[in-house]
C-alpha cells in the first residue's frame, strides 16, 4: 500500500505542476437510511447509507495527455461499524475483488487528426466497460436502494488499458478494454484474471445509445459473458432511460440465464429541483457465477447472514425486483454544487422500505 500511495501522491504533484487545465475537488456526503417495515415481517433500522467522503482531481496538459484521479477517502455504512468500514478501505487496497480508497488513477494519451477523428490510448485504473447508464454516474452520487445488484456487489474498478477511437463528429465511439478481473486476488500475490470489454457509444442530441460485449474470467479460462444495451432519450428537462444485460457463463441457453432490465426517468425544474425515478428487474439462475446464492462477493454477509447450502430460504429471489423514487434540491444560486436529497425505495427480497435522506457538496478547491 505504501508503494501506490506514493506513485499516487508523485502523480498527483506533477499533474497539478504541469496542467493547463486542472480541477480538484472534495466532495462529502452524510446519509441517513431508516428501514420501515412493510409487513409483519419486517423491521425497523437505520444506517448511514452512502455516507462518504471523495476527493477528484482532473487535468490536461501537453496538449495531448489528460488525467483523472478519483479517492474514496471515507465510507461509513452502519453507526455500530464506522471504524471497521473505514479500515476496510486500506486493508483491501491491492484486492481486485474489492473496492479500496482508490476508485481510478488513469493517464489518456489523445491523437487528433484534422478529418479522421481521434485515437486515444488510456492506462491505469478505470471502470470496467459495462455497457449501461447505471455505471455512468459517480458513486457518491448513486443511490443504493435503486442499482441493481450487479451494481452493489461487482467491484468495477480494475488495473488495465483502453484504446478508443472517435469519430470526426465526436458522436461516436468504439472502445476495446483489457483489465484485472473482479475475481482474482490480491496484486503481486494472488493468482489474477483477465477482463476484456468491447464497447460502442453514442452522443446525440436527443439520443445516447451504448451497446457491449465482456467476457470476465472467473477461474482459468472459464468467463462471466455479459451482452449489454444502455439507451438515453432527452427531450428538453426530461430524460428517460432503459438498460438491458444479459449474462451467462455458457453459451448454451444464452438468454436462460441471468438478465435485467432497468428503466430510469428524471425531470429538472429549472436546475433547482429533480424528480427521479428507477424501476428494476433481474433474473438469478445457475449456473452463472455471479448468482447471490453463491455469495462471491459478501450478499449475506452484509446483512448478517451465514450462508449454507443446507438453508435456501436466504437466497435472492429468482425474480428480483428493484426501485424507487427521489427529488434532488440544489438550493445554492446559479450552482448544483450543494444537493440535498430524498430517496424511497424498496425491493422484493427485504420486507423493509428504506427512506433515504442526505447532502452531497461537490466542492471546487481549486480550478484553472
Not at 290 to 306: K, M, N, V
Not at 327 to 342: E, M, T
Request: hydrophobic content about 40%.
Amino acid at each position: 500500500m505504501k508503494k501506490l500511495s506514493v506513485l499516487v501522491t508523485a502523480l498527483l504533484c506533477c499533474s497539478l505542476a504541469y496542467s493547463q487545465e486542472v480541477d480538484v475537488r472534495i466532495i462529502p456526503r452524510v446519509d441517513v437510511n431508516t428501514y420501515v417495515p412493510i409487513n409483519k415481517d419486517g423491521g425497523a433500522a437505520v444506517d448511514f447509507g452512502n455516507t462518504s467522503f471523495y476527493s477528484l482531481v482532473e487535468g490536461t496538459f501537453l496538449e495531448n495527455f489528460s488525467y483523472s484521479i478519483e479517492n474514496h477517502w471515507i465510507s461509513v455504512y452502519g453507526y455500530e461499524t464506522p471504524g471497521q468500514d473505514i479500515a476496510g478501505l486500506y486493508t483491501n487496497t491491492l484486492n481486485s475483488n474489492a473496492g479500496n480508497w482508490l476508485d481510478w488513477a488513469n493517464l489518456t494519451y489523445t491523437l487528433y487528426t484534422d478529418n479522421a477523428g481521434s485515437f486515444s490510448i488510456t492506462g491505469g485504473k478505470d471502470v470496467l466497460s459495462i455497457s449501461t447508464f447505471e455505471y455512468d454516474a459517480y458513486d457518491f452520487d448513486a443511490h443504493f436502494g435503486l442499482n441493481s445488484m450487479l451494481w452493489n456487489y461487482l467491484p468495477a474498478y480494475q488495473w488495465g488499458g483502453k484504446i478508443a477511437y472517435t469519430t470526426p463528429n465526436e458522436a461516436n465511439t468504439v472502445s476495446f478494454q483489457a483489465a484485472t478481473s473482479p475475481f482474482g486476488g490480491r496484486l503481486f500475490k494472488e493468482r489474477q484474471y483477465g477482463a476484456y470489454s468491447l464497447q460502442y457509444r453514442g452522443d446525440y442530441e436527443v439520443y445516447s445509445p451504448m451497446v457491449g460485449v465482456n467476457f470476465i474470467e472467473y477461474e482459468p479460462n472459464q468467463y462471466l459473458q455479459i451482452l449489454s444495451l444502455g439507451q438515453q432519450a432527452y427531450f428538453g428537462d426530461f430524460t428517460i432511460g432503459l438498460d438491458w444485460m444479459n449474462r451467462v457463463s455458457t453459451a448454451k441457453t444464452f438468454f436462460g440465464q441471468e438478465m435485467q432490465l432497468m428503466g430510469n426517468f428524471s425531470y429538472n425544474f429549472d436546475d433547482k429541483f429533480e424528480l427521479f425515478g428507477k424501476v428494476g428487474w433481474e433474473r438469478f439462475k445457475a449456473p452463472v457465477i455471479f448468482t447471490p446464492a453463491d455469495d462471491i462477493f459478501g450478499i449475506f454477509e452484509d446483512y448478517g447472514y451465514e450462508l449454507s447450502e443446507q438453508d435456501p430460504v436466504l437466497a435472492v429471489p429468482t425474480n428480483y425486483i428493484f426501485g424507487g423514487l427521489g427529488l434532488n434540491w440544489y438550493p445554492l444560486k446559479d450552482s448544483q454544487d450543494l444537493r440535498v436529497h430524498a430517496v424511497i425505495s424498496a425491493n422484493n427480497w427485504v420486507n423493509e422500505m428504506s427512506i433515504n435522506l442526505g447532502v452531497t457538496y461537490n466542492f471546487s478547491v481549486f480550478s484553472r
